[in-house]
C-alpha cells in the first residue's frame, strides 16, 4: 500500500465510522485489507477505494466487510476488576440501599461497544448476583451495540472458549454456563436480558434509540477516536444519560480535554464519569 493509497482510504473508514488510522498504522491498515483484495479480485488498493466509494449497490454490501476486518475486538469476561467494582458500588448504592428509587421502569444500561458480548454479560451476571445476595429484584435491560456485524453474531450465539472465561471461577461459570467439550454456553435466562444490535457511533440519528440511560458502558472504543469524533461521542453519550446518570471509559482512557460536562467520581482504582443532576 502506497501513501497515496492509503491516505483516500483511511478517509472513507473515517467518514463512515469515525475510526482513524495514523500515518505510521499504514501497514496495519494494508494487512487488515489485503484478504479482501484478494477475495475481490482487486489488483490495488486504489482499486478497492473506488469499489467502495463509486459502486452504490456491492458496495454497501462490502462495507460490512471492512467494518469487520478494521475494527478490533479484544474483550473477556470480567475484563478491568476494578471497573467492574465501582458499577457494584453504583448499583449497590443507588438502587439496592436507596428506597426512595422506585424500580417502577427497568435500569437501563448500555455496552456501547459490546464485541463478542462478554461485557454486556458480565454486567448482567454482576446484577443477577448482587439481586440473589441482596434478596432485592431490580429489573434492568442492557443494551448491547457494535459496529461489527461479525461480532454482533457471535455475541448472540453465547459460546466463549477458555481465553474469554479465563477470569471467572468456575462456581460461575457452573452457574451461567453450559459446558460443551472445550466451549461455555451462555445460558438463556441470562441472554434474555440483554437486547444486541448494530451501531455506528458516530452516527448522531443512532442515538435516539438510547435515551434515558442509567449507565453507559464505552470501554477501549475513544483510543480508536481523533480529537473531533471523541467530542461528538462524548457529547451524544452525555445526552443520552439520565441526569445524574454514569459513563464508564476504558481505564486508559480520559475525558480530559474532551468534555467537562462530566463530574469524575473516584473509586479505588477507577474513575466514572457522572452527568450532573
Not at 449507565?215 to 477516536?225: G, M, S
Request: proline fraction near 3%.
Amino acid at each position: 500500500m502506497t501513501r497515496d493509497e492509503f491516505l483516500p482510504l483511511r478517509d472513507f473508514i473515517y467518514e463512515k465510522t469515525g475510526i482513524f488510522f495514523a500515518e505510521n498504522k499504514m501497514y496495519l491498515l494494508e494487512s487488515r485489507l489485503s484478504n479482501r483484495l484478494e477475495e475481490l479480485g482487486f489488483s490495488s488498493f486504489e482499486d478497492y477505494y473506488f469499489f467502495l466509494k463509486y459502486n452504490n449497490i456491492d458496495s454497501k454490501k462490502e462495507l460490512t466487510n471492512l467494518l469487520n476486518v478494521v475494527t478490533t475486538n479484544e474483550t473477556s469476561y470480567f475484563r478491568n476488576p476494578p471497573q467492574l467494582d465501582a458499577f457494584k458500588v453504583i448499583i449497590q448504592k443507588n438502587y439496592i440501599n436507596n428506597n426512595s428509587i422506585s424500580m417502577s421502569s427497568p435500569l437501563r444500561i448500555w455496552s456501547a461497544a459490546c464485541s463478542t458480548g462478554e461485557e454486556p454479560y458480565t454486567l448482567a451476571i454482576i446484577l443477577l448476583e448482587m439481586m440473589e445476595i441482596s434478596r432485592k429484584n431490580i429489573p434492568f435491560v442492557i443494551y448491547a451495540t457494535d459496529i461489527s456485524s461479525k461480532v454482533l453474531e457471535s455475541a448472540k450465539r453465547g459460546v466463549y472458549g477458555s481465553y474469554s472465561t479465563r477470569n471467572m471461577d468456575n462456581a460461575i461459570i457452573n452457574k451461567y454456563f453450559t459446558r460443551n467439550g472445550e466451549n461455555c454456553l451462555l445460558k438463556e435466562h441470562v441472554k434474555k436480558f440483554v437486547k444486541i444490535d448494530f451501531m455506528n457511533l458516530t452516527d448522531a440519528e443512532a442515538y435516539k434509540k438510547y435515551k434515558n440511560m442509567d449507565i453507559i458502558f464505552c470501554r477501549n472504543v475513544l483510543i480508536y477516536f481523533d480529537e473531533k469524533a471523541k467530542k461528538k461521542v462524548i457529547d451524544l453519550m452525555y445526552e443520552s444519560l439520565k441526569p445524574g446518570g454514569f459513563l464508564t471509559v476504558g481505564h486508559a482512557e480520559s475525558l480530559h480535554n474532551i468534555s467537562r460536562a462530566f463530574k469524575p467520581v473516584m473509586f479505588p482504582g477507577a474513575i466514572a464519569y457522572q452527568r450532573g443532576g
